[in-house]
């Protein structure tokens, strides 16, 4: 069985990552993590055999009142990314977007620019994206590529 770690915090985009790796054949158990902080618990605690990353995340996960989920970070899938190099994790990484551009205080960022700065900064871990929609079964395929060689 492969541990997955999902970090996610759209539930309809991560209810369907559940459902398709559950009915697929890869056998996976997975945990979940909705923001930085948790993911960044989850990958200190745990040893798993490969994460899938949404890009965009809030800081922490959500509570009862207003704000209690932090900021939502355009870039947090990168600030998780910085932290397994600290921590000189290397488990592989497969980013799940559902965005193909990515603003910042320095312009955006369109999804090919992006993964050329991930790919380049972080080659050990970094093992590629999958664009995500709600509409279309296209990334269910790509997605089983990609962790048919993580």
Partial sequence: MRKVLIIEDDDPKLDQIV???????????????KSLNSACRQIDDNAFDVVLLDMSI????????????GRQRTYGGKDFLTYMWEMENETPVIVVTQYNDFPGEDGALDMTQLHAQLDGEFPDVYKGHVYFEHNSDAWKSKLDRMLGVC
């Fill in 58 to 69: 809030p800081t922490f996960d959500g509570g009862k009142t207003a704000n209690a989920t």
């Fill in 19 to 33: 459902e398709y790796l559950t009915q697929s054949s890869g056998n996976f158990d997975m945990t979940v993590a």
